[in-house]
């Protein structure tokens, strides 16, 4: 009996390590297939108030959990702080700015008339973030604050955001919750150690945002690793009964890296969100499918069938909107950053007394294009699996 106990945990032991070293290798081959270009520098932050023209420009605040760098020009580092920091970067957008896409300051001078270009760059205390984004939030009522994912620098988040503001025309002021990520591909598991890290951080900085006079409603939008961290920090406003700030929430997970039960266990805490939470997926995301393989072959939530009775019943009963996105051309070869170029539908989500929009009900959709053009674009899961 003893025998055969060892060698089934063995068998265990083996099989696991099997899958973890699968992931790894899944990962590194993605890194080869995605390194088109390198990956942007610090000193692409570095403010040039020379370049300020009469064209489009984008502030985006931030709110960090990294260290700050020295000097403070350089921004943010991939260490941890216990203390949050709080900056501003004004961004000029280029003329020639294509939809979905970050035309980066590669060279030593920025050309704005080309490239996004920072033209002023801020550290801020606390009391300062308060007081720029609720005068900020006066006109509209809304704020966003987008949560980056797993493999991403700082400035790769600050730009992010600003093309993301600049494709949607979605009125609010755009914040970046910018966690600890080490930017580096074979770096998962002490990403995942720094998210934990930062859930306090994002927690405060969502009861900090909801509590603004002038923010009547904030879009939490989190991506990939983000998700996992975005839905840790739904989870702690719920165990702390901060009910009046979950209410201002509109949540939007984006191929969120979430093990399944995970998202479940999580979800039976925070309640049901008013307007419903949705959750992006898609089957063919290469970078879930690295996770899955190293977290034991568990499904992740960004990667839930749609075309499952039971995953729909359970999403309705959840009061989770799952959105099928596969349809959509990805800015990556992992498929696994769809969300960039969803303009379209992202000022639908600006007004959730909409009663009658598709994205207002539990339940499942499909996101429809012809080539890069949307037509229809939302088809009920069932519907679209009858034809």
Same mark, same amino acid.
């Given at each position: 009996?003893?025998?055969?106990?060892?060698? !089934?945990?063995?068998?265990?032991?083996?099989?696991?390590?099997?899958?973890?070293?699968?992931?790894?290798?899944?990962?590194?081959?993605?890194?080869?297939?995605?390194?088109?270009?390198?990956?942007?520098?610090?000193?692409?932050?570095?403010?040039?108030?020379?370049?300020?023209?009469?064209?489009?420009?984008?502030?985006?605040?931030?709110?960090?959990?990294?260290?700050?760098?020295?000097?403070?020009?350089?921004?943010?580092?991939?260490?941890?702080?216990?203390?949050?920091?709080? =900056?501003?970067?004004?961004?000029?957008?280029?003329?020639?700015?294509?939809? !979905?896409?970050?035309?980066?300051?590669?060279?030593?001078?920025?050309?704005?008339?080309?490239?996004?270009?920072?033209?002023?760059?801020?550290?801020?205390?606390?009391?300062?973030?308060?007081?720029?984004?609720?005068?900020?939030?006066?006109?509209?009522?809304?704020?966003?604050?987008?949560?980056? !994912?797993?493999?991403?620098?700082?400035?790769?988040?600050?730009?992010?955001?600003?093309?993301?503001?600049?494709?949607?025309?979605?009125?609010?002021?755009?914040?970046?919750?910018?966690?600890?990520?080490?930017?580096?591909?074979?770096?998962?598991?002490?990403?995942?150690?720094?998210?934990?890290? &930062?859930?306090?951080?994002?927690?405060?900085?969502?009861?900090?945002?909801?509590?603004?006079?002038?923010?009547?409603?904030?879009?939490?939008?989190?991506?990939?690793?983000?998700?996992?961290?975005?839905?840790?920090?739904?989870?702690?406003?719920?165990?702390?009964?901060?009910?009046?700030?979950?209410?201002?929430?509109?949540?939007?997970?984006?191929?969120?890296?979430?093990?399944?039960?995970?998202?479940?266990?999580?979800?039976?805490?925070?309640?049901?969100?008013?307007?419903?939470?949705?959750?992006?997926?898609?089957?063919?995301?290469?970078?879930?499918?690295?996770? &899955?393989?190293?977290?034991?072959?568990?499904?992740?939530?960004?990667?839930?069938?749609?075309?499952?009775?039971?995953?729909?019943?359970?999403?309705?009963?959840?009061?989770?909107?799952?959105?099928?996105?596969?349809?959509?051309?990805?800015?990556?070869?992992?498929?696994? &950053?769809?969300?960039?170029?969803?303009?379209?539908?992202?000022?639908?989500?600006?007004?959730?007394?909409? =009663?009658?929009?598709?994205?207002?009900?539990?339940?499942?959709?499909?996101?429809?294009?012809?080539?890069?053009?949307?037509?229809?674009?939302?088809?009920?899961?069932?519907?679209?699996?009858?034809?």
């Amino acid at each position: 009996m003893d025998q055969t106990v060892s060698t !089934g945990t063995t068998e265990t032991a083996a099989r696991e390590a099997g899958n973890i070293f699968r992931g790894l290798v899944l990962l590194l081959a993605l890194a080869l297939l995605s390194a088109c270009g390198g990956r942007p520098e610090t000193r692409v932050i570095y403010p040039h108030p020379q370049a300020l023209t009469d064209q489009k420009t984008v502030t985006v605040y931030v709110a960090t959990s990294r260290e700050q760098a020295s000097p403070p020009v350089k921004g943010f580092t991939t260490g941890r702080s216990g203390e949050l920091s709080y =900056a501003a970067f004004t961004i000029a957008i280029p003329p020639n700015h294509v939809p !979905g896409q970050i035309e980066w300051p590669y060279s030593a001078i920025p050309h704005p008339e080309t490239e996004f270009t920072v033209v002023k760059h801020v550290m801020m205390t606390r009391a300062a973030f308060d007081s720029a984004v609720n005068a900020e939030a006066k006109a509209s009522g809304r704020a966003s604050l987008f949560v980056h !994912g797993f493999n991403v620098n700082f400035q790769e988040g600050v730009f992010r955001l600003a093309q993301l503001t600049a494709d949607t025309d979605v009125s609010g002021v755009p914040v970046l919750f910018s966690w600890p990520s080490q930017g580096r591909l074979l770096d998962y598991v002490t990403d995942k150690d720094s998210a934990t890290f &930062s859930r306090d951080g994002l927690t405060d900085v969502l009861g900090q945002m909801t509590r603004l006079s002038n923010v009547r409603s904030v879009t939490l939008f989190g991506h990939s690793m983000g998700g996992w961290l975005t839905m840790e920090a739904l989870r702690q406003l719920a165990l702390k009964g901060d009910r009046a700030a979950l209410k201002k929430l509109n949540v939007i997970l984006a191929a969120p890296d979430i093990d399944e039960d995970v998202f479940n266990a999580q979800l039976d805490v925070v309640g049901p969100l008013s307007p419903p939470l949705l959750v992006m997926v898609s089957a063919d995301d290469r970078a879930l499918q690295a996770s &899955s393989l190293i977290q034991g072959n568990h499904v992740r939530a960004g990667q839930l069938d749609i075309t499952d009775p039971e995953v729909v019943a359970k999403a309705r009963e959840k009061n989770v909107l799952l959105l099928d996105i596969s349809s959509v051309s990805s800015s990556d070869a992992l498929n696994h &950053s769809r969300y960039v170029n969803l303009a379209a539908i992202y000022p639908q989500l600006e007004d959730v007394d909409e =009663a009658t929009s598709p994205l207002r009900s539990a339940g499942a959709l499909i996101f429809n294009t012809v080539g890069n053009t949307i037509s229809a674009p939302f088809t009920l899961a069932g519907e679209a699996l009858s034809q």
